[in-house]
């Protein structure tokens, strides 16, 4: 494998998502030569990989989408105010087609390992193809949610029927009329999945380790004319995205400007009758008005209590209600969760719910799932057991710093970074949306064009200034982290109770590290631009 000639570029991109897509764009403009690696057969990252039935998109498509053309913008019309994957994978071929991205990306090939030279100061990247990149810089635009985590259950290879992974849907759809299925997970993707595959299956039985604090999506049409208001205010509301604390404004939902989705009354200044009549007013919707939720227990408590009133009142049958209710962690510790008709799915007669809390599951067996409440029977099984977030798809990539070391050792005790941007002793190896940075917190789409621009910028003051390399100091590594942990202290999020995959809780021996930063993506945006104004404060930059 390593006996081909290497390919000698300026920089080697791994993937072809929403963020490689737009780094080869830059990189292009800036005059270098880059070459994109993809492990799928065309671009699109997370929407090309997943296309389970009811994937969707939880941020507003408006807001949801790139700002570097306006031309790209005022030419695109979203069709729903949260599209679908087959329209966010539409507008990722259409991306790839108008800037001709395709010609520098090579497709079905898997990076391998990415070794790093001390003498040469590059990078020398293999792939499962057999090719050998001879590159000054290694972009590493592997995703936050790109590697499929699939349970180690036992007996799993016994089940006879169709196996499929949400993260890993066939392209050309599953037909499951006449099929009993049983389904594994309820995150987002097995919460946006469940209630479009119970009006196709025969029965669907669904298997809930943790239930989740989910709130309906109120998703609809988008018509013309608030497209054409979107469309005439792109400029602001791109600049209020970059300066706010997600990187979303709401303006994507209709409501037209930032302080309407803001909340700011405290739930512990009211009564219980006025959280009563808030609930059966407003239904779950009565709990985002509420600003202490995220910033007390006690409040965050009562919000729960509110969200499984109003959960009661949905699901009709009472055990099944009980089953659905999350109890013991915190509301907003989780990545918040949206869906249609969840809740509502549980009143078909051919939905079952498995609460795992009543005896989890013992086996996977040739006919079904045994848990300790009994077997369950059918079909096919879908696993909607998410990934192994924000680390995954960068260790299960060989990558060696200085002296050979491993970034599997570096990260032994959970991820080390300096602004999510590099990691000290990788000189030249840059992530985008990297542990250590808003990313999964945030729009994905500003937190990349950030990066993306960061990076850009940072290779053409390298070339300008003919300089070999930059790594990140130990000392500003340090200090990074530091502040990375300090502010999500005290925060639902890091809360004792909370087993989120932001921590790594979701796979069996990963550290618990909270892996994104809090801080938000306008004051990072803020913080990022200092380090670059301070003559790149925290890097070295070598000659
Ligand atoms: P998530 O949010 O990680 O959800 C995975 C679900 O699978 C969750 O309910 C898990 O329960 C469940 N799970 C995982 N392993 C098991 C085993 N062994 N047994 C039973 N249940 C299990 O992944 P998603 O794909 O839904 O969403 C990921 C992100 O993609 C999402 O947040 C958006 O940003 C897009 P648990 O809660 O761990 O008890």
Redesign the pocket.
């Known amino acids: 494998m390593s006996e081909a000639t290497p390919k000698q570029i300026d920089v080697l991109v791994v993937g072809a998502g929403f963020a490689g897509m737009y780094m080869l764009h830059r990189l292009r403009a800036l005059g270098v030569s880059a070459q994109v690696v993809e492990a799928g057969s065309d671009v699109g990252g ?1 929407w090309y990989w ?1 296309r389970y039935p009811g994937a969707r998109c ?1 941020v507003p498509s408006v807001e949801y989408s790139y700002s570097f053309s306006d031309e790209l913008q005022q030419d695109w019309d979203w069709s729903e105010v949260m599209a679908g994957q087959p329209e966010i994978l539409e507008y990722a071929n259409h991306v790839a087609e108008r800037f001709d991205l395709r010609r520098d990306i090579k497709f079905d090939t898997r990076v391998t390992s990415a070794h790093y030279s001390e003498e040469q100061r590059r990078w020398t990247v293999t792939t499962d193809a057999g090719d050998v990149y001879d590159a000054h810089y290694c972009v590493m635009a592997t995703g936050c ?1 790109s590697m499929p ?1 699939t ?1 180690d ?1 036992e007996g799993a290879s016994d089940f006879e029927g169709a196996v499929y992974h ?2 890993q849907w066939p392209h050309e759809g599953v037909d499951f009329s006449e099929v009993s299925v049983g389904i ?8 946006q999945a469940i209630p479009v595959i119970a009006e196709d299956a025969k029965h669907l039985t669904v ?4 239930p ?1 604090y989910t709130m309906p999506a109120h998703n609809r049409q988008m018509t013309d004319e608030f497209r054409a208001e979107a469309k005439a205010n792109y400029a602001t509301i791109r600049q209020q995205q970059r300066d706010s604390q997600a990187g979303i404004v709401g303006y994507g939902f209709g409501f037209g400007g930032a302080d309407l989705i803001m909340p700011s009354d405290h739930l512990l200044e009211t009564t219980a009758e006025e959280r009563a009549k808030a609930v059966d007013e407003e239904g779950f919707g009565a709990i985002r008005r509420f600003i202490d939720i995220g910033l007390n227990p006690e409040a965050n408590e009562m919000a729960c209590d509110m969200y499984r009133t109003q959960l009661g009142r949905i699901v009709n049958d009472d055990a099944t209600a009980e089953g659905l209710k999350p109890r013991d962690y915190p509301i907003g510790c ?2 918040p ?1 949206i869906d249609t008709d969840y809740y509502e799915t549980y009143n078909r007669d051919n939905v079952t719910l498995v609460d ?1 809390r009543q005896g ?2 013992e086996r996977i067996t040739r006919t079904g799932v045994q848990t300790a409440q009994g077997h369950f029977e059918f079909d096919a099984l879908v696993y ?4 192994d ?1 924000m680390t995954g798809a960068l260790l299960n990539i060989d990558i060696k710093g200085r002296d050979a070391k491993p970034l599997g050792d570096v990260w032994e005790a959970g991820p080390r970074t300096y602004l999510g941007l590099q990691v000290a002793g990788f000189p030249n190896l840059f992530m985008i949306t990297g542990p250590g940075s808003p990313s ?1 917190l945030s729009n994905m789409i500003v937190s990349i064009e950030q990066h993306v621009d960061w990076i850009t910028d940072c290779i053409a003051h390298m070339g300008d200034r003919q300089l070999q390399a930059i790594e990140a100091t130990p000392e500003a590594e340090d200090a990074w982290i530091h502040h990375v942990n300090d502010v999500a202290k005290g925060t639902m999020f890091t809360s004792p109770s909370c ?1 989120s ?1 932001y921590l790594g ?2 796979i069996p021996g990963k550290p618990r590290i909270f892996m994104p930063y809090v801080g938000g993506v306008g004051a990072y945006r803020k913080k990022c631009d200092e380090v670059v104004e301070n003559d790149y404060e925290g890097f070295e930059l070598t000659a």
């Open positions: 997370t997943n939880d949610l985590n349970p259950i949400t993260g594994i997970g309820t995150g987002s993707s097995g919460i298997f809930q380790r943790t989740n989780k990545r969760v795992l989890g599951i909607a057991t998410g990934f977030a999964v087993n995959w809780a979701n």
